[in-house]
């Protein structure tokens, strides 16, 4: 595991004082929690995956808040989670750190139900991304393969009640909610001041994972890039910080960034169409984008292209090939062409 960044204090110009505690919360992957101080409720911003060291990784970053920056405070004071997101690296440390804190939990309507009835949405989403693999073209033995390693599993995350909706452009006490749809159905990003925390909607590197509307409602390539838009009508920001790698301090300059990102792989998925001699499926589109890969990141490529795929065919760029099979089958592979 390379190491975590250390303990940071940052003040916005409201004067709340944000800590960022980061945390390892998959294998290979490090996430960042945020403690908010200075307001009338102490409020913590998401919560790690729960498993491993990771919320052992998060009370001894609460602690360290209070040794080494001398804030007059225990975990027992924390009375607010809200959650950016519920994806397993956002909120599978809910159950044990609302047992340990007693606070209350926040979330958006719209990823409300995956906190509170996991095993729920766990079936749900099986199913959904079972039919949306079916429709790439995948084949039996990696449909299966991919979705063994896929991280929805039955009782994997404990059910916790949710206390309090988020509502997009309401002051929420220290800070300001802006629903962000894209990424997640109910993501929302939270303005404290000038500074933004961006959830998984915005990276400092990487290009949010995207997933098809057909496998979840309000996710999408087309909420992503309105999501972003939305964004830039709240700020300016001095700082954003997401769930994951480093502080973005120029965030117009990264939105212009993701927005290029969007755009090139569209153009490229439009030119291994147009190049191709006949109408192409998702799986195969993957391919050409991403290489052959497996297990769970065969499933995030072929997520990805399937958004994109999506997204052309909503603006008209592109077509299905052989509508007249579509009726035939209960789930028939889509191939692509140009429009
Ligand atoms: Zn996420
Ligand atoms: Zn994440």
């Given at each position: 595991?390379?190491?975590?960044?250390?303990?940071?204090?940052?003040?916005?110009?409201?004067?709340?004082?944000?800590?960022?505690?980061?945390c390892?919360?998959?294998?290979?992957?490090s996430?960042?929690?945020?403690?908010?101080?200075?307001?009338?409720?102490?409020?913590?911003?998401?919560?790690?995956?729960?498993?491993?060291?990771?919320?052992s990784?998060?009370?001894?970053?609460?602690?360290?808040?209070?040794?080494?920056?001398?804030?007059?405070?225990?975990?027992?004071?924390?009375?607010?989670?809200?959650?950016?997101?519920?994806?397993?690296?956002?909120f599978g440390?809910?159950?044990?750190?609302?047992?340990?804190?007693?606070?209350?939990?926040?979330?958006?309507?719209?990823?409300?139900?995956?906190?509170?009835?996991?095993?729920?949405?766990?079936a749900?989403?099986?199913?959904?991304?079972?039919?949306?693999?079916?429709?790439?073209?995948?084949?039996?033995?990696?449909?299966?393969?991919?979705?063994?390693?896929?991280?929805?599993?039955?009782?994997?995350?404990?059910?916790?009640?949710?206390?309090?909706?988020?509502?997009?452009?309401?002051?929420?006490?220290?800070?300001?909610?802006?629903?962000?749809?894209?990424?997640?159905?109910?993501?929302?990003c939270?303005?404290?001041?000038?500074?933004?925390?961006?959830?998984?909607?915005?990276?400092?590197?990487?290009?949010?994972?995207?997933?098809?509307?057909?496998?979840?409602?309000?996710?999408?390539?087309?909420?992503?890039?309105?999501?972003?838009?939305?964004i830039?009508?709240?700020?300016?920001?001095?700082?954003?910080?997401?769930?994951?790698?480093?502080?973005?301090?120029?965030?117009?300059?990264?939105?212009e960034?993701?927005r290029?990102?969007?755009?090139?792989?569209?153009?490229?998925?439009?030119?291994?169409?147009?190049?191709a001699?006949e109408?192409?499926?998702?799986?195969?589109?993957?391919?050409?984008?991403?290489?052959?890969q497996?297990?769970?990141p065969?499933?995030?490529?072929?997520?990805?292209?399937?958004?994109?795929?999506?997204?052309?065919?909503?603006?008209?760029r592109?077509?299905?090939?052989?509508?007249?099979h579509?009726?035939?089958?209960?789930?028939?592979v889509f191939?692509?062409?140009?429009?």
């Open positions: 595991m390379p190491t975590l960044p250390a303990l940071k204090q940052f003040v916005s110009s409201t004067g709340v004082r944000i800590y960022r505690i980061s390892d919360v998959l294998p290979l992957l996430g960042r929690v945020y403690l908010l101080l200075g307001i009338e409720t102490p409020t913590l911003i998401d919560t790690g995956s729960g498993s491993g060291i990771c919320t990784q998060i009370f001894q970053g609460l602690e360290e808040v209070r040794a080494r920056f001398g804030e007059a405070f225990s975990w027992g004071d924390i009375g607010r989670v809200v959650l950016t997101h519920a994806h397993i690296d956002h440390g809910l159950p044990e750190i609302v047992r340990r804190t007693g606070a209350e939990v926040a979330v958006h309507a719209l990823d409300r139900r995956a906190v509170e009835a996991y095993d729920e949405r766990a749900r989403s099986n199913f959904a991304f079972d039919r949306f693999l079916r429709q790439a073209g995948v084949p039996g033995d990696r449909r299966r393969e991919i979705l063994a390693e896929f991280g929805y599993v039955k009782g994997r995350i404990e059910s916790v009640a949710v206390d309090r909706e988020l509502i997009d452009g309401e002051d929420a006490g220290p800070f300001r909610v802006i629903h962000t749809p894209g990424h997640s159905p109910g993501h929302v939270l303005a404290v001041g000038d500074i933004l925390l961006a959830g998984d909607h915005i990276l400092a590197r990487t290009v949010s994972q995207l997933w098809p509307e057909s496998v979840a409602a309000y996710t999408g390539l087309g909420h992503y890039l309105d999501s972003l838009k939305r830039q009508r709240c700020g300016p920001f001095r700082l954003a910080m997401g769930g994951h790698e480093p502080v973005i301090h120029d965030l117009a300059h990264r939105l960034e993701i290029a990102a969007h755009q090139r792989r569209l153009e490229r998925l439009l030119e291994i169409l147009s190049g001699p109408p192409l499926c998702v799986d195969q589109l993957s391919e050409r984008m991403y290489s052959r497996r297990g769970y065969a499933l995030l490529a072929l997520t990805d292209v399937g958004a994109r795929v999506e997204y052309l065919e909503q603006l008209g592109i077509g299905i090939a052989d509508i007249e579509l009726a035939e089958q209960a789930c028939p191939r692509y062409c140009p429009a």
